[in-house]
Each structure stands twice: as C-alpha cells, then as structure tokens.
C-alpha cells in the first residue's frame, strides 16, 4: 500500500532538509517463502528520533538488522547520506547498536566495558580514556566506573550500554527495544532520559519497541508497521489525531470505529449521522474515546451529534474512567471522562462534534 509520507514530514522541522541522514528506498526481505518486509521507503533526518513501531513479527527487528548490516536485504538500497551503506559490512558503517540484552562483558567494569570496542580498533590510550569519561559522564555513570555489571541496577546497565555505543562516535544509533527488561516505573524514567540524552549528542536515533505509548512519548516520528509494510509515518500527534487507516486508529490508543455510508454529504452510521466532506460510499470513521463527552441540555450546541445509551462497564485509571455505554441498535461506543467519586451509572446522554470523527481506510488483511 502507499503511505503518504511527505504530508507526515512536513510537521516536522528536522525532517525538511534537502539530504536525509538515512535514506532507505524499496526494502524487501523475506525468509523462505515468508515475506518479511515490503517495499520499504523511509528516510531519516539528521537529529530526529524515529520509532519503527509495531506488534510481533511485523518485520521491525529485521529492518533495524537491515541497516546494521546484520541481515541483508533481499532487494532495495540503504544509504547514508552520499554513501551505499548496504554494501558496507557492518564494521565499517557509523552505526552503532543498543540490544534489548546488554550483553555487558560481566568480568569487566564499567569502564572497560564501554572502552572495550575502542581498544579492539587499537586507539591510544590517552584518546580511549578521554572518550570513555565522556562517554560516562553523558549517561550520568562517571562515579559507577569501577563497578561491574552485577553490582549496578537494570537502569544503570543500560546507560552503560547506550555509553558502549556511543562512545564510538556514530551518525547513528540503532535500540531494539532496550527498554522491555526494565520495571514499568523505571521504564518510564528512562524514556524521559533517553530522550534528553538523544537531544544532548544530537545524533539520530532509530527506535524499535512494539509499545505504542512508548512510541508516543519519545518519538519526533513513528513508522507504523504492519505485516512487514510501512502503515503510517507521522508525528505522533498526527498518527494519534489523523490516523490513515482503521489498524493505525485501533493500534494507537482507544477508539470508537463507527461503519457506516455518506450519502448527500451526510454520514450516516446507525441511529447517529452528521454532515461530511467525503464522496458517497461505504465509509468508516475513528472517533477516539475522549472526543465523547456527556451532554446535558445547557452544553448541547447546535453541531453537535447526540446520542443515549446505557452504561454497561467502567474501568477506573486515575483521573479518567473509560465507560462502555450501549446505545440504541446494538451500537457501542467507548467513552473517556474525568474520573468521579460515584462514577457513572445508568443511562447517559453523549454528543461529539462532527470533525472529531475521522475518516479512515479500512485495513486489509495481508498473507
């Protein structure tokens, strides 16, 4: 399928510049008879995090190998700015990798640890502890140097790591999902530090995870794939706000697919119909969770589609509920609302305003 990627770019500043630093044009794999990614096009710009984002075994793992040189494409081209970087091997492409495993060297310290590629390259001495301190200082590890692996936490082995990569100096840095060993709260922690440190050595970072909220705070863009092609490329306001497909709209946080027909610059979906700018057809549309509100008479404006219906389940997150109501003909929608003491019960009064529905292709089924 085409994904309109220029429209996606032109949110974002660093994307705009005339050569991107990573350039990969019509990628293909596959494993034996198993297609594994299709016609992948997909630049990089200089300083931008991207997320490659996706569910088990949608081919993101074997794209970042790809670029690493750990696996090599079965048709299409790499490169990196000017250069043909798949005909590279991987040791002589400024590339570095983070692995979900740190794989520390556990008889060598810290510091030993993130020196040990710069020693194998047969640097000065002077240049390898120069670097390393660097290196150490950026990921806050200075005072651990002496420690090894076993004696420093999950979070402080993967500063480590992230200090091994970068202490090589890269254009580029590669994490597969560096982040899924951690605790839920320490995860959280580290993104918000990965993200500072990658706007601290301003290189570009390639991101692998298969968690869309973890995409969503990190990223300046996210490369949704599905099935081995490229779903959406966006921001993540606009993948979130202006999703392309109902896979992205229902991968991407909650939200309400209403199916219907637009007739006479009406849509109609059930009992509910509101006016549209689309052609007559079959059509769908992703009406996110939040974008419900409860209506009384005095917050109901003229716009506005209503809608009654009974409130059949809550889940409690904090400062919001999501409520499932069912409404009249089988419909069910799904609704975010400001949390209260008692909650919700009974039948309920929702509306939402017209250009909050969004229009979406459907998804079709990929072998």
Known sequence: MSTDVSIARSDVSVSTQRFPLLSIRNVAKRFGKNVVLRDISLDVAEGEFLTILGESGSGKTTLLRIIAGFESAGS?????????????????????????????????????????????????????????????????????????????????????????????????????????????????QMQVELKSLQREVGISFIFVTHDQEEAMVMSDRIALLRSGELEQVATPREIYGRPATAYVAQFIGHTNLLKGEVRDGMARCGLLQWPVAAPDGIAQFSLRPENLRLATEKSTSPDSVRVRGRVVQQAFHGATELIRVECAGGLMLTVRIPASRSGVTGEIALEFSPEDAIPVRESPERI
């Not at 991987?90 to 794989?103: G, I, K, L």
């Not at 091994?164 to 590669?174: E, I, S, Y």
């Open 76 to 188: 299409g081209e790499v490169w990196m700015a000017e250069e043909r970087l798949d005909q590279l091997p991987p040791y002589r492409r400024r590339v570095n990798t983070v692995f979900q495993h740190y794989a520390l060297f556990p008889h060598l310290t810290v510091e030993e640890n993130v020196a040990y590629g710069l020693r194998v390259a047969k640097r000065p001495e002077a240049e390898i502890s120069a670097r390393v301190g660097e290196a150490l200082e950026k990921v806050k590890m200075s005072a651990h140097a002496k420690a090894k692996p076993a004696k420093i936490s999950g979070g402080q082995q993967q500063r480590v790591a992230l200090a091994r990569a970068l202490v090589n100096r890269p254009q580029l840095l590669l994490l597969d999902e560096p982040l899924s060993a951690l605790d839920a709260n320490l995860r959280r």
